[in-house]
């Protein structure tokens, strides 16, 4: 047996004796090694009975079967991008880097690199929901992997946007990998693992419980090069996704909708205290993902108005016409500083543009089409 | 005469002959002094003729007559405030501290400090008006000043929000003082003059001219500890004010809306680049410009949730319950890693309150009630 598949069967077998997301174990593993913590937990009383219980070539022989790997760090497919969980506080006393994942599909978590996850509420509305579709449409067709959890809501919506533009999508589970949850997406969650991938740090056959939607939350944010939350009310699920993107210094952003909604709520203080930043499109979330000089985006001007085919002479003129009653050309001379006789043959310029007309006798005022 | 006297004589007469917003007229007077730059002036030879035309007593008697006063630079009514301009790089080629300022109405100048200035379309829709008006009369209530321009849309929506709780509003015209524009607005703006504040950098008589527009909203913005911007489209007129508002170090504050409406694009952009901070009501709004320890809003939470009121041995035992089926007992402290003893007692706890429940043979799940 090489090292490296003596390494491979102790995580299997650490996996399946504790929870994803147990920091002090999975600090230990980063730090010592998995055979070594494996070797030492055998002496505990209790554990080392559970241990020596498991049989990992078995495991992933099951697994192998139903289309399941074990991706472990070492292997090619790891994606380096998981390692920056060794150093990130702890949120709700879970974290650190998984002891391994179980992946199904054919898309590589090395290959998602520069993904963006989207995340949001569960009971989100059709203004959150047809968004997240939209922008992880955008993100998918300019070639980033879309990752989520499958969720109701925001979560299936970002995997049917990116199924949409047959873009990579990549769901994590806080069941088994084998498993579906919820039952509804049943057919979703079967497509990505036909098509993207599946992948859970919990064991195959592992029920989804509140610990493991917590420690799932962080693989979320860590395989991700930017997270965008769109709706969560101010205790949503979705925030701890978000918290986790800025401990894993990921480019963390956020939607906003109508203050008067409070499925937006959570996303507001976000933005509002600086933790994210507001985008409102799939552009602007590649510009901010992008490395420098990428999708760097032309700042919106706003529609083309009349005025912008202007001259500066004619310009400076017309912001001398009053809006309301007319004057005359020599007080709309005196207003903009210039010769009466120019302003004169200016403004007979502006009329035939339609800029500006004649008040009856009074004189000059601003057309309807030059107000703003 | 008194020096005082001159001066104010002199800046009528400078004021008759020149634009709101003048940036080398203003800065020389600012530099030299009102008597100087008038003195000089009357060497010119076109100006000079114009300068001496004008009977600056006559306009100050006629002026008062109609309830005007000139407050200029050294009155006690001037508010400090508006020498930030002094030292503000020009927008658009208007900028300066206002040679003088026209006001009708019983509120002072110098006793608005800390107002806020509220701005936004004309073209507003009922999300914005309302939000406008909600947010002036929470601000207002607080004993603040509601600054805003009399237009259509936002602004009237911002000076019904103060009038509604009687707090102060002052409404800044690009006309004159004694004029009204909009003439919709004639009632509301006579009300501002009798119970508040009308003010114009604009002689008394004069039209409203884009030029005028311009150089209104840099006092809209200087008079204000702070502007808030609701509902801008992308080239709005409003965002000229947050530009103003950004130079003078004034705190700059934008209310989001729909993505999808393209009257919140330009405060979204405000947001997006960090020149304005979200928020979502007045009461956010009085937190960033109140003094230190004013103000200061606890961060929302949401409502309480089930959760909160559980021990944290409680809560352990909570997030090791299967979601969808039920599991044993023995599994759930499994999970938990605690003794199956003291989980079992736990979840008989969980179940009186209503948070798990027994899933037929199957053992414990969560309860619809501990879902978030």
Redesign the interface.
């Known amino acids: 047996m090489t090292a490296a598949e003596a390494d491979r069967l102790a995580r299997v077998a650490l996996a399946r004796i504790t929870?994803p997301g147990h920091v002090r174990l999975l600090d230990l593993v980063s730090d010592s090694g998995a055979e070594v913590v494996h070797a030492r937990l055998l002496d505990h009383p209790e554990i080392g009975r559970r241990l020596s219980a498991v049989e990992p070539e078995r495991e992933l022989a099951a697994a192998a079967k139903i289309g399941l790997r074990f991706v472990v760090p070492g292997d090619d497919e790891w994606p380096p991008v998981l390692d920056d969980l060794r150093t990130a506080e702890p949120v709700q006393e879970r974290g650190g880097v998984p002891i391994g994942l179980w992946v199904r599909g054919p898309v590589r978590l090395d290959e998602v690199g520069g993904s963006l996850a989207v995340v949001g509420a569960r009971t989100a509305t059709t203004?959150g929901t047809d968004?997240a579709a939209d922008l992880a449409a955008t993100v998918g067709e300019a070639g980033r992997a879309i990752v989520s959890g499958a969720a109701f809501g925001i979560d299936f919506a970002a995997h049917r946007g990116a199924v949409a533009v047959e873009a990579p999508t990549v769901a994590v589970l806080?069941?088994g990998a084998d498993r579906v949850?919820?039952?509804a997406h049943h057919q979703m969650i079967d497509h990505i693992a036909a098509e993207g991938a599946v992948v859970s740090e919990t064991v195959p056959g592992g029920?989804?419980?509140?610990?493991r939607f917590?420690s799932r939350n962080r693989i979320i944010a860590a395989l991700s090069a930017g997270t965008v939350v769109i709706e969560a009310?101010?205790?949503s699920?979705a925030l701890n996704t978000a918290n986790w993107a800025g401990r894993l210094n990921r480019t963390l952003m956020g939607?906003?909708?109508?203050?008067?909604s409070a499925s937006s709520?959570?996303v507001?203080?976000l933005?509002?205290t600086g933790a994210a930043?507001?985008?409102?499109?799939g552009e602007?979330a590649l510009e901010l993902l992008g490395a420098s000089g990428e999708h760097v985006l032309d700042?919106?001007?706003?529609?083309d108005?009349p005025r912008d085919g202007l001259s500066h002479l004619q310009r400076q003129v017309?912001?001398?016409?009053?809006?309301?009653?007319g004057?005359p050309s020599v007080s709309v001379a005196r207003?903009?500083?210039l010769p009466a006789e120019e302003v004169h043959t200016t403004l007979l310029g502006l009329e035939v543009r339609g800029m500006v007309e004649l008040d009856g006798d009074d004189g000059w005022r601003?057309a309807a089409l030059a107000h703003?």
């Open positions: 929870e203004y968004l806080a069941c949850y919820p039952q029920a989804p419980m509140r610990i917590l009310a101010l205790r699920g939607v906003p909708g109508p203050v008067t709520a959570g507001h203080q933005i509002r930043t507001l985008v409102t499109s602007e700042i919106p001007r706003g529609k108005r017309l912001d001398a016409v009053p809006v309301a009653r004057a207003v903009a500083g601003l703003d």
